[in-house]
């Protein structure tokens, strides 16, 4: 079942819009050389926040505004994109933001966050380790905790998914990174409302690839840890919710390595001077991985974030690997 209706896609697609206009698609032919595909890549780099997400959080707090007008404040857990999202749309809707990230989360997104307003506090070592937290400072604050994952937060994202498949006609296949899902499935239901064929395949980590084993068990399988530098797609625990949609609309999901990631944020500079972070790049390296199975097809890429910190993106230029020992 829809968790929203082509309409109300295309409603939330309008009120976004006013703050995030339509991002670019292009098909970048040096990536097609790379590739063997046509690529086409959707730039949710060119956000007001670096990201995707933005939309997802002013959709988010649209609905909140309007149906739990008593509330004063939120609080919420993030890698550093969703946080932005959140304190720039909270500050739009005159709310208090509170934003928990784990210990030695980027320097330049925690910088971010708090540009937008949000008061930012470091706990634990991961982002289900800053859940935890940011779930306990809501219950003893009074403050309203602003999930990861929610039909509103994926219809906002869904609008990227809505531009793209109306601006580029018969994809074959469209790579999309996993974090806690709201970007995959954002895709899966604009593909299904608009009655697309295109086959939709996640990315993982293959140090954090909970979602591809959860995806295979065909139930929530946590791990005990994750350890990649592509801290969007670093998460131990799937949502269930997410899993369900993924599972019943996703083609597969790809793992693919750190090495291959930071192949791919080289890829996007050289190719198209665009900056890509792990997340964002790890679609891309999805597609280099099949560059096989996916030569001549008209292929999708999700860009969905380029915000990576200044010495790691140095580093990788260089051709470090992202922990500076050489590739």
């Given at each position: ?47 007001p926040t670096g990201a995707f997400k933005v939309r997802g959080g002013l959709v988010f707090m649209d609905e909140l505004k309007r149906t739990r007008p008593d509330v004063t404040g939120v609080v919420s857990a993030t890698r550093g994109n969703h946080g932005q999202s ?242």
């Amino acid at each position: 079942m829809a968790l929203f209706t082509l309409s109300e896609l295309e409603a939330a697609a309008d009120f976004v819009h006013v703050t995030v206009p339509q991002t670019p698609q292009y098909a970048w032919p040096l990536l097609a050389k790379r590739t063997g595909a046509e690529v086409w890549v959707k730039h949710e780099n060119h956000t007001p926040t670096g990201a995707f997400k933005v939309r997802g959080g002013l959709v988010f707090m649209d609905e909140l505004k309007r149906t739990r007008p008593d509330v004063t404040g939120v609080v919420s857990a993030t890698r550093g994109n969703h946080g932005q999202s959140i304190a720039l749309a909270a500050r739009r809707a005159g709310l208090r933001s509170v934003i928990y990230v784990p210990h030695g989360n980027s320097i330049e997104k925690n910088a971010a966050m708090r540009a937008f307003g949000a008061e930012l506090f470091e706990h634990g070592v991961d982002f289900d380790a800053a859940k935890e937290a940011a779930q306990a400072k809501a219950t003893a604050e009074g403050l309203y905790f602003v999930p990861s994952f929610h039909p509103a937060l994926v219809k906002g994202v869904a609008t990227y998914a809505l531009e793209f498949f109306r601006a580029v006609a018969d994809l074959d296949t469209v790579y999309v990174p996993i974090g806690l899902g709201s970007g995959i499935c954002g895709v899966i239901e604009a593909r299904d409302l608009l009655g697309l064929k295109t086959k939709v395949v996640g990315v993982v980590s293959d140090q954090a690839d909970a979602y591809a084993l959860s995806f295979e068990a065909g139930h929530v399988v946590p791990v005990n840890s994750v350890n990649t530098f592509a801290d969007g797609i670093a998460v131990r625990v799937p949502d269930a919710e997410a899993l369900a949609i993924i599972r019943r609309g996703a083609d597969r999901i790809v793992r693919v390595t750190d090495a291959t990631i930071a192949d791919a944020i080289r890829a996007y500079f050289q190719d198209t001077h665009n900056v890509a972070e792990g997340a964002g790049a790890a679609p891309l390296a999805g597609l280099m991985s099949e560059r096989d199975r996916m030569i001549g097809k008209r292929v999708g890429v999700i860009l969905c974030g380029g915000n990576i910190d200044t010495a790691l993106f140095c580093r990788i230029l260089g051709g470090l690997s992202p922990d500076g020992g050489r590739v």
